[in-house]
């Protein structure tokens, strides 16, 4: 069973409402209500789609049928990224996936709205070859010193006992060991790396953890379900090579640490990142 087949076995069938965001792309937001649809359909499941006046006249003609026919429902809103959050706070829905909202305003209401400083966002890839594994950081501005990457692994090793999988981690740094003295950013790097894997093995000996240092094809080779980037640029780099370069895919992003499941995509992502995000905010509802 791999993680997706996870999430399938989780998701129950069970009245809910999602939320998701439009954005300003015609084919973005076509692509996000043809998914809404099918997903509404196969798993009794209502969606409301956030967005502004601009974004929601976009969509095609189609909408008027669909509209009559699924169990889709528009909320215009001048601010989409600040409803789609106070609906969930109000309890109007079960669960965010971002869609194709601007990705700084949205986190800047998740912030604001839910009090808390950082964000901690852990994303479902899957190689080309069709390997799946959770990865992170994915934000440009996440795990930048060693207690946030501390503090990130350990709310990933939590989520993934929740989906009774066993972790086995891999930390990324700038480099090979032996490159230390090439340049002070790459030697803060590795040994960063190296700290985070004695930190885990004092105070989690059974957990499989190894520093692959640089060689992320190591990662894969030796399947590790949980792969560290260095902190969020390259973490980001990563993603978007594999996603968008390399034929691999995403599953959405969830954002650890919150009592409501809000789940993150690109906004220029592609069907099974979208499907993805439907499905994992599913599974996490009763």
Do not use: W
């Amino acid at each position: 069973m791999n993680i997706i087949q996870r999430f399938e076995s989780l998701a129950s069938n069970n009245p809910k409402i999602l939320g998701i965001g439009l954005g300003t792309d015609i084919h973005q937001n076509d692509k996000i209500l043809t998914i809404s649809s099918k997903f509404a359909k196969s798993k009794n499941t209502t969606i409301f789609l956030f967005g502004d006046e601009n974004a929601q006249n976009l969509f095609s003609k189609k909408m008027n049928s669909l509209l009559l026919k699924e169990k889709i429902q528009l909320i215009k809103s001048d601010t989409p990224s600040k409803t789609i959050v106070e609906y969930l706070k109000e309890n109007k829905i079960n669960a965010i996936i971002r869609g194709a909202l601007s990705s700084s305003k949205f986190l800047q209401q998740v912030k604001t709205q839910f009090k808390i400083d950082q964000i901690k966002r852990l994303a479902l890839l899957e190689t080309h070859e069709g390997y799946q594994f959770f990865y992170g950081p994915v934000g440009i501005d996440e795990c930048y010193d060693f207690d946030s990457k501390i503090q990130f692994i350990e709310a990933a090793m939590h989520l993934m006992s929740l989906l009774k999988i066993i972790p086995k981690v891999s930390i990324l740094s700038g480099g090979r060991e032996d490159d230390i003295g090439r340049m002070e950013a790459v030697d803060t790097s590795i040994r960063e790396a190296l700290a985070i894997v004695d930190y885990f093995k004092k105070n989690v000996p059974s957990l499989s953890l190894t520093h692959d240092h640089i060689l992320i094809e190591n990662a894969i080779k030796n399947k590790a379900n949980l792969i560290i980037a260095p902190e969020g640029i390259s973490g980001n780099l990563i993603y978007r090579t594999l996603v968008h370069l390399g034929g691999g895919k995403a599953h959405g992003a969830i954002y650890m640490g919150l009592n409501k499941p809000i789940i993150d995509t690109s906004r220029v992502g592609h069907s099974s990142e979208i499907e993805g995000a439907l499905l994992m905010a599913s599974a996490f509802l009763p």
